[in-house]
């Protein structure tokens, strides 16, 4: 089992609509997680971070996080073209609190 | 305020070859990690060092060595370099070691040819 899952896509959406992008890990204690943005070519670039259960709210995006059934979703309202990338999940546990652990990450295409 | 700037931004090696990366992390700043992303992939860590000091390392062979010097800036060195190593280098920046948010710099792009 992967420490960090997503689904690869390409997730296709059309412009205007919320893309739901989501994210399962495995290590029960983590504590911080994040989500980032990439662009084809280019470095990751931080969304949003949620430490603890619930919703987090930030212009368009949503981060939400449920600990017990060990899951984290990313939610886009009102998706632009420019939002077309790769979503990266990560996960910093405090059993291993040194270092950050990636998912794969998931193709978004906002179609217009 | 300057984010987090590596260098160089592409390389072409050779195999067997050595290479050094650079890093300087955002100002304030005392943590450094480095991470390996090849194509398709997620980032995968490499070593995080905080205060000089190793603190954390991945699943990666003892090719890879870091420093961290007295600035708070980074050197990676690959040695003995294979094909396999070619990938983008990131170097991400925190306050402190301990589950912070990391900021990313721009990355290496290496080639082993």
């Known amino acids: 089992q992967k420490e960090v899952e997503q689904n690869s896509g390409p997730l296709s959406v059309p412009e205007g609509a919320i893309a739901s992008l989501n994210c399962t890990y495995s290590?029960?204690?983590?504590?911080?997680f994040f989500w980032y943005r990439q662009y084809s070519g280019k470095s990751p670039e931080l969304i949003m971070s949620?430490?603890?259960?619930g919703d987090k709210e930030d212009g368009r995006f949503t981060a939400q996080l449920n600990k017990a059934s060990q899951y984290v979703s990313l939610l886009i309202r009102d998706s632009q073209p420019s939002d077309s990338a790769t979503y990266l999940c990560?996960?910093?546990?405090?059993?291993?609190?040194?270092?950050?652990?990636f998912g794969s990450g998931t193709r978004l295409s906002i179609r217009p | 305020d300057a984010g987090v700037t590596q260098s160089p931004t592409h390389l072409i090696k050779t195999r067997g070859q050595h290479v050094t990366l650079r890093c300087s992390p955002i100002?304030?700043?005392?943590?450094v990690s480095w991470y390996q992303q090849v194509l398709g992939q997620g980032p995968q860590f490499i070593f995080q060092?905080?205060?000089?000091?190793?603190?954390g390392r991945g699943n990666f062979p003892d090719r890879f060595s870091a420093r961290q010097f007295p600035n708070y800036s980074s050197e990676l060195n690959v040695n003995a370099l294979l094909l396999g190593d070619s990938a983008l280098y990131l170097c991400?920046?925190?306050?402190?070691?301990?589950?912070?948010?990391?900021?990313f710099g721009p990355g290496t792009r290496l080639l082993v040819l």
């Open positions: 290590d029960r204690v983590s504590q911080s």
């Open positions: 100002s304030g700043h005392k943590s």
């Open positions: 949620i430490y603890s259960n």
């Open positions: 991400a920046s925190s306050f402190s070691e301990l589950g912070e948010t990391q900021y």
């Open positions: 990560a996960v910093n546990g405090y059993s291993s609190a040194s270092k950050i652990i």
């Open positions: 060092y905080y205060e000089k000091e190793e603190r």
